[in-house]
């Protein structure tokens, strides 16, 4: 199982388009906050800061991207055969998948809330403190920003089980992509329409779209727990069981594949 | 486990089976494609499969290796290997249809990704690039292979854990000559180290030099279990002549039973009545000269197009 492991980190940092990733979301963190900083009127730093000066939406794309290729590829390429046909069940080559992606996804989170942190410190040092009151919160600056990169990092692994699940049970990577880039977006452009049906059907509520407020309402929770009906314990379990739930059918149907 | 087979000083040997295929068959949804297939092969053995194009060959190697479900029994070297546990194919290497390959990896780096963790890994990789000759490109990006270089990086992946059992679906496709050569001497070198090798190919002049023994696989059932020189020993025999006078020669032979098998040159086929020698009294009797003479066995190609055709 580390042996698996091993062969996926290798894998992963043998690809160009890693360093890349990387190198992309370091130019984006810091480009953005020397924006703010000339904007400052219009885009609030502190504001930006608890939001990892919007790193995460591009990190999602990332892990999207990864989290269905890691699976497609093997098959686009014929390599699954030289994955299957080593020891190891078909159970330990996809959990040693996904262990690859979180631990990408827990790197990719800490290297953005660094640069976070230099930007606030090199740009920002005497226009906000991080002991200040967030805006729109209860929470000091430093406690939101855990709080939402916590929570988006949560909502981004509902996203990414569906993306594993719908990759492990197709072996074309594309469509997971699209679904998981498009459910990603989705939440802004139909969240409006899923209120109004969850306000007139209750169980409408345990959709896991609706799980994706998270993030949303721990910063503002008066406001939009009334809109999803769920308290913010509801939301966080909610997330966790349907990750498990997710990865449990991507593994179900990915321990059955013939090559 | 063992059995014995006589070898040539008349003496006994213990042969260990190290695959051990037990009622095996596949169904793809109604269409079943294997049927009770049932075969051994031995340590240190290199045992060919042969049929046609769609006989099995492939459906059999892909069951052994746990990359479908089927049902039957795949035991290897005493352990029972199924679809979803199969710890024992750490001991086996192999290359199935084409080659898998990474195109953002070096050749080198596609060794490093599947040599099993051991203070010789480095020398493994290195001994399994000088044998196949692929120092010039080792290290460019697999992308820029050519379908033979990318051939023989997949035989090296099957070869650089040294297993025990190496199956190998066609492994002189897109190999030119030489690599093909160097290839057998491998495989051979490493047969007497103790490595067993299932290997199927169509090129069969090929197979002739490497097989001992051989599985003919027609429409997803075995047909023959033999070994090499059992198949080409029942072999027709043929014998070439050219004498002074050709035409009379096959009316006299004709006459006394020979049968000719073409005219010109004069093709006759040998049997254990019609031999050299009574062909060689009757024509000096009727003083035809024989000027040139040539015996010709039918090769493996003839012997198994004809249990096919059967």
Redesign the interface.
Known sequence: MGYLYKQEIFKLLKKRSFWFCLLFIALQNIGVAIFSQSYSKFLQPKFLFQYDFVSPAFISLILIATSATIISTEFEYNTIKNVVMQQYSRNQILISKWLTVLTYSVGIYLFSMILSLFDKFIFFNNTFSLVDKSEGGTYLVWQSWLISNGATFITLWLILSIVFLLAAVMKKGALAVVVGVVGYFALEIISSLMFVLISKWDFLKWNPLNFLNYPGQLVRESTLSELTHLNNDQMLMGNIIYIILFMAIGLFFFSRKEV | MGNFKGNSDGGSVLEETILSVKNLNKSFGNRQTLFDINFECQKGHIIGLVGANGAGKTTIMKAI?????SEGQVTIDGQKSTF???????R?G?L??????????SGR?HL???V??SNDSKERIQKIINDLKLNNYIDQKAKLYSLGMKQKLGIA?ALVNQPDLVILDEPMNGLDPQATKDLRELILKRRDQGMTVLISSHILGELQKLAEDLIVIDHGKVIKKTTMNELLASNQHFVVIKTSDDVEAQKLLEIVGFQVVSQSPLRLTLTKENTVERLMNILMKQQITVNDMQHEDADLEESILKLIAE
Do not use: C, Q, R
């Open positions: 290796l746990s990359l479908i479900k979803n546990h199969h710890p024992i194919l750490k086996v192999a199935v249809e084409y080659p898998g390959i990474y195109p953002y990896l780096d490093k990704l599947f099993t963790d992946m």
